[in-house]
């Protein structure tokens, strides 16, 4: 196989013979491989570019490097680029491709496991399977933006407002740390094969602000409530909660019918209300994360 060493892609037709060759190449079915569904668009990949402001003093972190089609364009304009990928075999392709560039280096391994390398930036497609824990670990780390590839539904969700039926727990956690600017609509046939369902691209920056917030116990305590979203705080408490609850006495009781939003569906609670709720369930000294 002969890999072009130009970088980036001329046209979505370059981009594409790249693609249909390198899997042909290696020998693989993208049908059958964790359900990856490559990029063929170019005028993508220089969109999250451009919205990522990527220049000559970022290191980038991208999460899937698949068969390089991101990963050549972002050496062009980056740094340096440390692209972490799972799969035996794109890993070994991507250090093939890679071997004559001094700024990009090629990290095999699992993103949610591993520790990452201090970045500036991260433009990735995402491994639309780890989305969620992904953009977890991307907020705990310390970086000027991302510029990252969602399945649509799940963008949505990040956007969601109280009330809607998207509202979850990774629409109050994820604005708790950063925030999201939904950027664009990407079409099933900017992909091969096709997938069944729309992607987007979303931007995150972080909100560097000191929380005074137990996050990982508020996380908890939160996706413990959201698992019953439709009920009423009092019964979402008493059902999560209730070997806690059930042991309070006619007074502890009393003071429980007390709590703010008690009578409110938990779906239709903002950040800042469900903020005040966990505080007020603190103080009283009533949580726990014991689940039943």
Known sequence: ???????????????????????????????????????????????????????????????????????????????????????????????????????????????????????????????????????????????QVAVLMYQKEFAERLFAEPGSKNYSRLSVMVKLKGKVKYLKTINEHSFYPQPKVKSALVEIKPLNRE????????????????????????SALKINFKNTFSSLSEKEKEKLEKLPFIHRRIFSLTQNELIELYNEILRAGWYSSERH
Request: one cysteine or more.
């Open 1 to 143: 196989m002969t890999i072009s060493q130009s970088l980036c892609w001329k046209s979505s037709k370059e981009l594409r013979y790249h693609v249909f060759s390198s899997l042909k190449y290696l020998g693989v079915n993208p049908t059958k491989i964790r359900s990856q569904n490559f990029l063929i668009d170019s005028n993508i990949i220089k969109y999250q570019i451009e919205k990522a402001g990527i220049n000559q003093e970022d290191i980038v972190l991208e999460i899937g490097g698949g068969l390089a089609s991101l990963t050549k364009c972002l050496a062009e304009k980056a740094k340096k680029v440390y692209c972490i990928e799972l799969d035996k075999i794109f890993s070994k392709f991507l250090r093939d491709y890679f071997s004559t560039y001094n700024n990009v280096e090629i990290i095999s391994g699992d993103a949610l496991k591993i520790e990452w390398p201090s970045f500036s930036k991260s433009v990735s497609n995402l491994p639309y399977q780890i989305s969620s824990p992904i953009t977890f670990k991307l907020l705990e780390q310390s970086f």
């Open 211 to 234: 929380l005074n917030l137990d996050i990982i116990q508020f996380g908890e305590f939160v996706t413990n409530l959201f698992t019953l979203k439709g009920k009423t705080v009092r």
